[in-house]
């Protein structure tokens, strides 16, 4: 098995490589399933229902959130009716939506999808090591397949996840700081890991926004409206392997063969 999760997409740059490359990059890469973070991609900022069906329509089956997932406030009515949209699980209950979604793929396999948000420098939500261990043992013995969209500002809190389920799910992927970490490996149970995926989108601004506004807001600490970067278009991903024939790993579910950074460009 083959799943690519594709690193924050950002406004219109970000929505553009995906509609351009993904579907040759699935039937090239013999791809099973793709998971992309998508709470950057309207503007640089939240997701609106239109988007959201448009990039579930290029073949991402399961979109995760973060942050600025209720940027868009429109979205709000609509996550409660669109299961393959997530938000951190560990969000306060009362919002709306849902942050793990199990489903199966062509194949048979059922696969799971959980989405969590770190507590270091961003809002105090529940515990997300906690959160992950109750939404693991809610999953049913036939989920083979689990990935984990951590969603955090600083390394020592995603690395830290990533060691604590290691060989209970079959890879964690880091979000949210928006440039690729070097540090893609399985881990000794057997859990894909990697710190940061990286974003989908223009890099010649600053973390996708455009740098002129960001160098000024830097200068004079003034408010500022921030718009999307142009140039060097990217498409930053991982594409983990599974092998349905190998061990699985201590919570019986599959174990990551390889984990591979990608990133693919448009001129």
Request: hydrophobic share 40%; glycine share 10%; no cysteine.
């Amino acid at each position: 098995m083959r799943t690519l999760f594709i690193g924050d997409i950002v406004g219109s740059p970000g929505r553009l490589i995906v509609q351009e490359r993904l579907a040759d990059l699935v039937e090239h890469r013999h791809i099973d399933l793709v998971v992309a973070n998508g709470e950057n991609s309207a503007s640089g900022f939240g997701i609106t229902p239109k988007i959201a069906e448009e990039l579930l329509g290029l073949g991402i089956e399961v979109l995760t959130g973060g942050n600025h997932s209720w940027d868009r406030k429109e979205i709000l009515e609509y996550i409660p009716h669109q299961p393959r949209l997530l938000r951190p699980a560990n969000f306060a209950a009362v919002n709306p939506g849902g942050g793990l979604f199990v489903g199966e793929l062509k194949t048979g396999v059922k696969f799971a999808v959980l989405n969590l948000q770190g507590r270091v420098f961003l809002a105090p939500n529940d515990d997300p090591f906690k959160k992950a261990d109750e939404l693991l043992a809610s999953l049913p013995a036939e989920v083979a397949f689990v990935l984990v969209d951590m969603h955090a500002e600083t390394t020592s809190e995603k690395i830290a996840l990533g060691w604590y389920l290691d060989g209970r799910v079959t890879a964690v992927v880091g979000t949210h700081t928006h440039v690729a970490t070097a540090d893609e490996r399985v881990l000794p149970r057997g859990t894909a890991y990697i710190t940061d995926v990286g974003m989908t989108g223009p890099h010649d601004g600053v973390i996708g926004m455009d740098r002129t506004g960001i160098i000024k807001k830097f200068l004079d600490g003034l408010p500022a409206r921030f718009e999307v970067a142009t140039g060097d278009n990217q498409m930053n991903a991982v594409l983990i392997e599974t092998d349905e024939a190998a061990p699985r790993n201590e919570a019986g579910r599959l174990s990551a063969k390889s984990i591979e950074r990608l990133r693919l460009r448009i001129d």
